[in-house]
């Protein structure tokens, strides 16, 4: 079945798609040497560019900035870093861990059939409260933003970082309206993205991303060549993201640019994301940092919001695709929403090719003297796919090997998987532990298994860390995977309503497009 060509493929898709699946490449060179001479150490250690894997979006919400991956970076690297900063319920736009910890105070940790309509009041109660903060409450002025080093908004894709400004979020934010029925914050992307862009005066207003990254880079004197000592850029998962999230396969057409017209398409031709990712290298280019790192788009069929059913052996794809909530006993694909396996193949091969034109740039920026990286993201998350790799040894690739978990997470019981998180009903976790309850974003811990992969590369670059007093670190350079821990709410103590509440998570997903609409942009 998975041989199968879904109508409407891009032929290069389908080229890509006959040909074995791309290796990843793990050496961050891609074995090329670059001179490195460099002078004094720059103002600004450590700048992110990115969309909600950078910003730390987590359960369906942007909340815990502290905690994203470059502020985990930025503490082990012992530098300042300034990051946006978000209150309320919760923050933007709905915090799921939360919502389901409130109805849990109230019913316990069974919820019985007869107090579903209780749980769902709770819901929408809380719904409202979220709503209320945002749109009428405090949350509902735009702040005064300086220069941030984390420049990433959820929801993004390519266009989004290359052309949006303060004045164009502020501009596209509407008068809310109470809504009874569809109680999420409106305009909750533009919202979030004020609190990164800076607004000091008119001319800031008018800055993208790119263009603040760069005068970052600009802010030196002829003590130090650069601004900027590292650059982390990720960005290009929104190009083929929401395939997942809104369980629907649509090409990108020719008006990819528009800002509006593009909301109809579900992931990018290759072709138009080859044409965005020029533009994203000449602004790069732009930007004064000493070393630049790329992250490649992750294969976005791997994440528990589309779970597979049925059975495979062999085959890295499922015959379908639909919601963690859905019965699979009782899974009709004339009714419930789905991708089939066909049409996952066809996702991670277009995937596939995004992913060799960023690993080409790196190579022509290190064969330019460029002291640029490649992290492989997407085959880190290959490496712990569970249900797709580590459960199924026929489906395993040649190169493919079990990702080594730190100590710290390979110590618990049971050890954090790619699984739809899920309770053991007495306080601790039964599987999952690496995604958040959105099944898009990782949990605490699982942030920082990228930002490991981070500081790894950093620590080739030739980067020094330093303790909070300034003292050189010398050894291996770790994340303090304890720390986390204790931050880590959903691996330590998850709500152990989960099991009962999926059927609140199909309610919110079914009627209010929670799942959609908390992860597009700015709708």
């Known amino acids: 079945m998975t041989d199968e060509i879904p109508k409407g493929t891009p032929e290069s898709v389908v080229a890509r798609a006959a040909e074995p699946p791309r290796v990843p490449d793990f050496e961050p060179t891609l074995g090329i040497e670059v001179a490195r001479s460099f002078r004094g150490t720059p103002r600004h250690r450590l700048v992110a560019l990115g969309d909600s894997l950078l910003q730390g979006f987590q359960s369906g919400a942007i909340y815990n900035t502290d905690i994203s991956v470059p502020a985990i970076v930025a503490y082990e690297l012992g530098a300042d870093f300034r990051y946006p900063r978000y209150g309320g319920p919760g923050g933007l736009p709905l915090n799921i861990e939360l919502l389901l910890r409130r109805i849990e105070q109230r019913h316990g940790t069974t919820l019985e059939p007869w107090e579903l309509p209780t749980a769902l009041l709770a819901a929408r109660g809380f719904m409202d409260e979220v709503e209320d903060y945002w749109e009428r409450g405090p949350g509902a002025a735009f702040p005064s933003v300086g220069y941030l080093h984390n420049l990433s908004c959820f929801g993004w894709d390519l266009r989004d970082a290359l052309q949006k400004t303060a004045r164009d979020c502020a501009a596209r934010i509407r008068t809310p309206r109470d809504d009874l029925v569809r109680q999420l914050v409106e305009n909750n992307g533009e919202r979030a993205a004020l609190h990164v862009y800076p607004n000091g005066d008119e001319r800031r207003r008018d800055l993208t991303l790119f263009d603040v990254a760069a005068e970052l880079g600009a802010d030196h004197d002829d003590a130090t060549d650069t601004g900027i000592e590292t650059l982390l850029v990720f960005l290009g998962s929104n190009n083929a993201l929401r395939t997942v999230t809104e369980l629907r396969v649509a090409w990108s057409g020719d008006d990819f640019r528009d800002l509006d017209a593009k909301r109809a398409y579900t992931i990018w031709r290759p072709e138009h994301f080859d044409s965005e990712w020029t533009e994203v290298l000449a602004r790069l280019r732009t930007v004064g940092a000493r070393h630049v790192v790329l992250c490649t788009v992750p294969h976005v069929t791997i994440a528990p919001i589309a779970r597979g059913l049925g059975t495979k052996s062999g085959s890295r794809y499922f015959p379908y695709y639909s919601r963690p909530w859905v019965d699979e006993r009782r899974f009709e694909a004339s009714r419930d929403e789905h991708i089939t396996g066909p049409e996952a193949r066809m ?3 277009a995937i596939d090719l995004f992913d060799e034109t960023i690993s080409r740039t790196v190579a022509d920026a290190r064969r330019a003297g460029l002291d640029w990286y490649l992290l492989d993201t997407a085959g880190i998350l290959d490496r712990l796919a569970a249900r797709r790799y580590v459960d199924d040894l026929e489906a395993r690739p040649a190169w493919w090997q079990p990702y080594a978990l730190p100590p710290a997470l390979a110590a618990l019981d049971p050890v954090p998987d790619t699984r739809f998180l899920s309770a053991d009903g007495r306080g601790g976790r039964a599987s999952g532990g690496l995604f958040s309850l959105d099944g898009v974003h990782p949990t605490t811990v699982g942030y920082g298994i990228l930002a490991q992969e981070v500081l790894d590369v950093m620590v080739r670059a030739g980067v020094e860390f330093r303790t909070a007093n300034g003292t050189v670190r010398t050894g291996a350079v770790a994340v303090d995977f304890e720390r986390l821990l204790r931050r880590d709410t959903l ?33």
Request: hydrophobic share 50%; net charge negative.
């Open 347 to 349: 996702v991670d091969a």
């Open 491 to 523: 691996v330590r103590t998850p709500p152990q309503n989960l099991d009962s509440m999926l059927s609140i998570l199909g309610w919110l997903d079914e009627v209010l497009d929670v799942f959609r609409v908390q992860l597009r942009l700015g709708l």
